[in-house]
Nanobody, 115 residues
């Protein structure tokens, strides 16, 4: 079974922190380029950041300096540590993995930042 499962979302106040996890199963995780996306209510889904199979990381400008993406291939897990959260970060956060023609998405986890 091929699956990505996000966890770690919740409700935090402005300035707080969360760490999201995405656990992959049924794939050769270390071969995949993996990403975090988010989608706020009424808005388009946007890329938060990526870490490719070689460990190269990119972030959206909106999260640079606040979010840290990492991966643990031994645990088949992608993480994002989110600090200094703001209401604008409120969204459903999705894990995405890509390898060749494969394009996989998790179900999402809700992050809500109160003002």
């Amino acid at each position: 079974q091929v699956r990505l499962v996000e966890s770690g979302g919740g409700l935090v106040q402005t300035g707080g922190s969360l760490r999201l996890s995405c656990v992959a199963s049924g794939i050769s995780f270390s071969r995949y380029d993996v990403d975090w996306y988010r989608q706020a209510l009424g808005k388009q889904r946007e890329l938060v950041g990526s870490i490719d199979s070689d460990g190269r990381i990119n972030y959206a400008d909106s999260v640079k300096g606040r979010f840290t993406i990492s991966r643990d291939n031994a645990k088949n897990t992608l993480y994002v540590q989110m600090n200094s959260l703001a209401p604008e970060d409120t969204a459903i956060y999705y894990c995405h993995a890509a390898f060749r023609t494969l394009d996989l998405w998790g179900q999402g986890t809700q992050v809500t930042v109160s003002s």
